[in-house]
């Protein structure tokens, strides 16, 4: 029996070892969905065109969906809605501010919205995590999992940085 008791503090600290690890790992990866649930995010993001008006663009967001269906729902600091923008495959619309736009493009939309074109579906990828390519966009990563991600258009000019910072 004096082996038994031993054996009980022993199995204790790898049970809280193997549970702490366990948290790490969670802890390790960007903020994702439920199973099954559609990807959705939330946090705030700001974009930020370097040309001679330096033009700046930063809110709150709700995004959900994928490139082909989804929802944008930007927010300013008081938690009241700027803008919303929903898309299905031909057909995107904007409200924003009382005025209401539509159009086949969710491209079109969201340059009139952030005043710069942006990688919608590389947006996407980004946020799970994944390498995309965007012509003329490199997207750092490496801040993910803190939950944060930073990404640059080099080309065409001018040069923009988008930075988002989601909520965990």
């Known amino acids: 029996m004096p082996g038994a008791v031993s054996e009980r503090p022993q199995r204790g600290r790898l049970l809280l070892a193997a549970l702490g690890a366990a ?3 969670a802890c390790a990866q960007p903020p994702r969905p439920a199973s099954g649930a559609a990807d959705h995010w939330s946090g705030r993001l700001a974009l930020q065109i370097e040309d ?4 700046s663009f930063s809110a709150g967001f709700e995004l959900q969906g994928s490139p082909d269906a989804g929802a944008l729902t930007l927010f ?3 938690g009241n809605i700027i803008a919303e923008l929903q898309w299905t495959p031909g057909r995107a619309i904007l409200n924003n501010g009382g005025e209401q736009r539509q159009s086949a ?3 079109t939309l969201v340059q ?3 005043g710069s074109e942006l990688p919608i579906a590389a947006l996407f990828g ?4 994944e390498p995309v390519q965007a012509a ?3 997207a750092d990563l490496s801040a993910l999992d803190k939950g944060r991600l930073t990404a640059t258009r080099h ?3 001018p040069q923009a940085v988008l930075r988002v910072i989601l909520s965990l």
């Open 23 to 25: 948290l790490l790992g």
């Open 52 to 55: 001679a008006s330096a033009q």
């Open 76 to 78: 300013n600091p008081l």
């Open 105 to 107: 493009s969710l491209q």
């Open 112 to 114: 009139a919205l952030t």
């Open 126 to 129: 980004w946020l799970k995590g």
């Open 136 to 138: 003329g966009w490199q």
């Open 155 to 157: 080309q065409p000019a």
